[in-house]
């Protein structure tokens, strides 16, 4: 458990690092609202310095979206929240990965190794070590969110520092604006139910193919992106609707009061489209990016399971 521990911790920091600039642009492609929204409804939120001006501004792509973000931050702006995100990532996979190795250990013991069975038991794991590690990191996923939709080019810059935010967030929101879009993040345990499973089915398809346990990097990244490709595509829309509700401060001229109002809303004002923004990006991020986290893992694991091979 303290392997998988290390492991998942070091992978969870090369990955938010490389991939940061990435994650800001999905960030601000997602939390925009569409074009079709009314008047009325496209209102800042009342202490809207939280979103900053995500609301006014349009980000239109992943060049656009790069472009500004150039245009108004620098180099800096591509690394907003990378604080929060670095100490999100840290914990997130620490105890994904500590989780999700201890219940598969503990499910293989009481039941027999069919294929099925051990299909089942990835899910059973995957979930329980998503939802573990989902509800242990929420608040640093908020502020990561709110820090990662400031620009410069506002009006009032709402977070100086994470400190800050953390202080902020609780003075205004209390306990409760730590756990924002909490419900649709648990939703998005359906995401690790999809893609931990498939990557050890791939992982065991490419041992039979190649006829040897010890996979190659090429081949433990050719494995983790074709799971994490098709976990994406499928169980996106959670993910803009966690930003969503992440984004909103307490108070006044709230747009979503809850998971079920943000669907009708994103729905009504923006269509299916709307549950995809900034997917393309999304994928060109998290792809590598889990790939990358997976490889990572593997490869201390086996150091510190085997160091004599290594």
């Not at 074009?35 to 496209?42: D, N």
């Not at 973000?69 to 990532?89: K, M, N, Q, V």
């Not at 979930?127 to 009006?155: D, E, I, N």
């Not at 520092?161 to 929101?173: G, K, L, P, W």
Request: one cysteine or more.
């Amino acid at each position: 458990m303290h392997s998988s521990a290390i492991a998942g911790a070091c992978a969870g920091l090369v990955s938010s690092v490389l991939t940061c600039p990435l994650d800001v642009v999905k960030t601000r492609l997602q939390a925009q609202e569409g074009r079709r929204r009314p008047a009325a409804l496209s209102t800042p939120i009342a202490d809207a310095s939280a979103i900053s001006s995500v609301e006014t501004q349009r980000y239109l792509g992943l060049r656009g979206t790069l472009r500004k973000i150039w245009a108004d931050d620098g180099i800096r702006g591509f690394y907003r929240g990378l604080g929060p995100t670095i100490f999100g990532y840290l914990p997130t996979w620490a105890i994904y990965f500590s989780v999700y190795d201890s219940c598969k250990t503990i499910l293989a013991r009481d039941v027999a190794g069919s294929g099925e069975e051990d299909f089942v038991n990835h899910i059973v794991s995957a979930m329980t070590a998503g939802a573990a590690s989902t509800v242990c990191t929420s608040p640093l996923w908020v502020v990561k969110t709110r820090f990662m939709l400031q620009s410069s080019r506002s009006s009032v810059q709402r977070y100086r520092h994470t400190a800050d935010a953390f202080v902020q967030i609780y003075r205004s929101e209390g306990l409760r604006g730590f756990y924002k879009g909490l419900l649709p993040s648990l939703l998005g345990v359906s995401h690790v139910a999809v893609q931990f499973p498939l990557y050890e089915s791939f992982k065991s398809l490419a041992r039979d193919r190649v006829g040897r346990d010890d996979l190659t990097a090429a081949e433990i990244l050719t494995c983790s992106s074709s799971a994490k490709m098709i976990a994406s595509v499928t169980t996106y829309p959670h993910e803009v609707l966690r930003t969503r509700l992440q984004m909103q401060p307490r108070g006044q001229g709230r747009t979503y009061s809850g998971v079920l109002q943000a669907c009708k809303t994103i729905a009504r004002d923006e269509g299916v489209r709307g549950f995809y923004k900034g997917m393309t990006v999304n994928l060109v991020r998290t792809v590598p990016s889990s790939a990358l986290t997976i490889l990572t893992y593997e490869l201390i694991m086996q150091h510190l399971t085997h160091p004599d091979a290594a």
